[in-house]
Every structure is written in C-alpha cells, then in structure tokens.
C-alpha cells in the first residue's frame, strides 16, 4: 500500500533510487532475482497473574532482509541497522552467498495495486494509552475468578503489535503494508478436592481495541476458560480404542490444519517429502472434503493484504471434493515448480527467509446438521477443542489431546471425558470423513503456526465433522 512505501520514505529517507541501488549490489555476483524486506514493528504486551500485573513491555524493532535467488540457491542477509552501508554490505553479502552464472538487472519500480484493504484500521493497538490495556486483562481476572468459587488461579495476557512492511524486487515491484495484530489470551486453574484442571480461551485479530470492548469482551474469554477448567473436574479418563469420531466446529481444525496443511506446503512438495508430492488432480479424501486456504478474510488473525514477498493473498483451493487440485506458493518453489503465486510467501520478521506458509486453512460447510451427525454415532468421541500435538509432516503421521471432549452413546452427548488423545494420519482421516457439518467456524484468533525455527500467526477451522474410523487413546472404559 502506499501509504508504507511513504512511511519509509518519510522515517528513513529512502528513495527509489537507493532501492534500485540496493538491488543492483545484491545481484552483483549474479542472480536470477533479488527482494528487499523492510520492517518496522511496535509491540507492547501485560501479563497478569494472581491478579497482579507481572509485566508490562513495550518496545520497536527495524530492519531489512536481503535475498538473492540463483537457481535452487538462496543467498540471504539481514541487518538491524537501515543505514546505507549496512544495507549494501548485507546485499553484497546475500550476493557472494547465492553467487551463480546468471545476472539479470532491475527495473524500474512500480507500485503493486491491492485490490482492498483487510484491516482498515483507525486506531492501532499501539497508539493507545497502556491503561485501557490494563483495564482489560483486570476485567478477564475478574470476570473468571467470579465464573465459580472452585477457579483459583487465572492468568491473563494481552499482546498487540503493528508492522510496517515493504517488500522490493528486481522485477520491478515495490509493495507494502500496515498490519496491526491484537491478542487477549485467559488460562484457568479449577480444583475440588485434590483434583486440578485447567482451562484456556482467547482470540483476537487485526482489529482495533474496541473489538475486545464490543465484539469479544474480555468477560467472554474469562467466562469460557474457566468454564473448561470447571467442566474438566467432572471427567472421567477417556476410552481407547479405534472408534467414530466428531470434531466439533472451529479451533479443532487445528488438526487440519498440521496434519493436513503443512502437507500441502509447495516447498515439501518440490521436495518430494510430502504425503501428497505428486498427487495434483488424484483423490486423496473423501468426497465431502473441500479444503482452502484463505488470506483475504477481513481482520482475521491470518490474513494480509499482501504476503512478506509482495504478492497480493488470495483464496487457494487445495481439495476440492476429495481432490488434490493444488500447493500453497511462494516465489522460489512457484518458479522451480513452474507454478503461479498463491500469496503463501511468509516470515516471522526481516531476520527469517521467506517459505510457503498457511494463511487460514478451513475446510468448507457440507450439507449435514450437527446434531444428525451425532445420531449416526453410537458409541464413539465428541473433540470440542483441542490441546498440544505431535506431527510428522512427512508422512502426515499425529498425536492431539482433545483438551475438551465428550462420550457419545447413542447418538446423544453423555459424560465429559479427559486425557482423550487422538492419533492417526492426516490423508487417511480425510479418507474416512463421511459427514460434514453446515456449521463451519473460524477459530476466534489464536493460532501461531511454528515451521522450521519460524512462527507466525495463522487461522484454522472446520465445520463439525464425523470421521468413521479414528484411533483413541485412553486409560478408561467405554
């Protein structure tokens, strides 16, 4: 956008010249392409526990990475420091790394044209007083603490941040953009004798402050964490076993999204270590499985206007009807793979080289109604949220703990049941999805993906689904 390439412009006196010229250094040794990555980032963060404040943070950080494709070599440089000389050194030493027998020249910059605005923001986070904050996660404590006399411990915290970024390439293209992110997060201890559970809520986006003040209140996640810590007191250990299951709406397409999403990645597909390399146009779920990744949902925790290479985001349909119709693309693995852009190029920051990465992947609503798919269920397993999770992106091979999860006997909801781990393989689960739900939901705003030293946040979801055949782990009795 713009207004980013002005905001360097102003703050650091960078013009097009001296982007050019940049370009020019980082494919002095030869090149078939360069980009230059700029970030300016303001964050500030409360932590609340004990219904004490235990810290409060604020802080900046600038920089600008540099890289130089040759071929399948990657040449890439970072510096802290937005001087010119540190600039063209960490050029030239991105050049020297990538160095090969091709060299291309720049050309003249032109601005990318977005097609909208995602997160048409009047007031960032981080413009704000810390007060208003505070005020927050004090009312979060509270309201948690006041849910039931048997939570005893809360922690609160809330975090906000807004990028500047602007990306630049030798083929000719300059974009940027403003990205603010917000986050209110609330863990819950409950106990009853000598019992302890927990519980967690949170959510968030890129949104103003105001959304947690008319939208998600603070009371909301409060209410619902403790809830889970309460519910968890009367569970029994869970079943083992393989046996149906129903993933409820929303945050359990956190499974989808590793056992399913990383899989989908162009670069482990280039590679040939996925478990769908090769697979374009074959079957590889059932036939109510439609799976996209989406980056031009307004204000959502994974969506951008543009990735951190420039490229506008874009809806990307990765299953269609059981079908493989395509990868997740940034620049390198879509020129080695002859492929178009999806806008799927990300970072963590200026210090990280770009990778294909999940914007918010979902899974599309079918036909069926919730509670038709639990009476299809005789005896089997309700995961309405999930914990912690193992998986192998190589073979899609996982391990998830259902943090809430229900008994389902007769088609209805019985006891609540804990210690419930699912464990299977994200292309055979596909397979045996028989029902989909008409209730698809996003997650409320909390997902952080985690990729090669990498994190960055992402949106997951799913409408309630029934997997036939799904091993459960457990120490109970059905």
């Not at 006196?13 to 050019?20: A, I, K, N, P, V």
């Not at 804990?418 to 994200?426: P, S």
Request: charged share 25%; glycine share 12%; aromatic share 6%.
């Amino acid at each position: 956008m713009q207004q980013a390439h002005k905001f360097f412009e102003e703050k650091f006196g960078f013009t097009d010249s001296d982007l050019e010229k940049y370009l020019t250094a980082a494919l002095s040794a030869g090149g078939d392409y360069a980009d230059l990555y700029f970030e300016y980032q303001a964050t500030s963060s409360i932590s609340l526990d004990e219904s004490i404040v235990k810290g409060a943070t604020q802080g900046v950080s600038v920089g600008c990475g540099v890289r130089v494709l040759s071929g399948e070599r990657t040449g890439y440089a970072y510096t802290d420091d937005l001087s010119p000389e540190k600039i063209l050194k960490a050029a030239q030493t991105a050049a020297h790394i990538a160095s090969g027998p091709a060299r291309v020249t720049t050309v003249g910059l032109s601005e990318v044209k977005l097609p909208r605005n995602l997160y048409p923001i009047v007031i960032a986070p981080t413009d704000l007083d810390i007060a208003a904050k505070l005020d927050l996660v004090l009312r979060a404590d509270q309201a948690a603490r006041a849910h039931d006399s048997r939570v005893f411990q809360v922690r609160v915290g809330y975090a906000d941040e807004v990028r500047h970024v602007l990306t630049v390439s030798s083929d000719g293209g300059i974009a940027g953009d403003f990205q603010p992110l917000a986050r209110l997060s609330v863990f819950c201890l409950a106990r009853e004798g000598n019992r302890v559970e927990r519980g967690f809520s949170g959510g968030g986006g890129r949104v103003e402050l105001k959304f947690f003040l008319e939208e998600k209140t603070p009371e909301h996640f409060a209410r619902e964490a403790a809830r889970q810590a309460v519910l968890q007191l009367t569970a029994v250990e869970a079943p083992a076993g393989e046996m149906e299951v129903v993933l409820g709406p929303g945050w359990p397409g956190i499974l989808l999204h590793e056992a399913i999403g990383h899989g989908l990645e162009a670069d482990f597909n280039r590679k040939k270590t996925s478990a769908f390399s090769g697979l374009i146009g074959q079957k590889v779920a059932s036939d109510f499985c439609t799976v996209v990744d989406d980056g031009t949902l307004p204000s959502r925790r994974g969506s951008l206007n543009v990735d951190d290479e420039g490229t506008p985001t874009s809806q990307t349909v990765l299953i269609e009807r059981g079908v493989l119709r395509g990868y997740m693309q940034d620049k390198l693995s879509a020129r080695l793979m002859g492929a178009g852009l999806t806008g799927n190029g990300r970072r963590e920051s200026y210090a990280h080289i770009p990778m294909p990465r999940m914007t918010n992947t979902y899974m599309l609503a079918g036909n069926s109604a919730p509670d038709e798919i639990l009476r299809t269920v005789r005896r089997g397993l309700y995961a309405a949220q999930f914990g912690g999770g193992q998986v192998d992106i190589t073979s899609g091979k996982f391990v998830f703990t259902a943090s809430e999860a229900y008994w389902i006997e007769d088609g209805r909801l019985t006891r609540p049941v804990r210690n419930a781990t699912l464990i299977g393989d994200g292309p055979t689960v596909l397979r045996h999805v028989s029902m989909v739900g008409n209730d698809l939901a996003l997650d409320e705003g909390i997902g952080t993906c985690g990729k090669d030293g990498q994190s960055v946040p992402v949106g997951v979801g799913i409408p309630t689904i029934k997997v036939d055949r799904l091993t459960v782990g457990g120490t109970g009795s059905p």
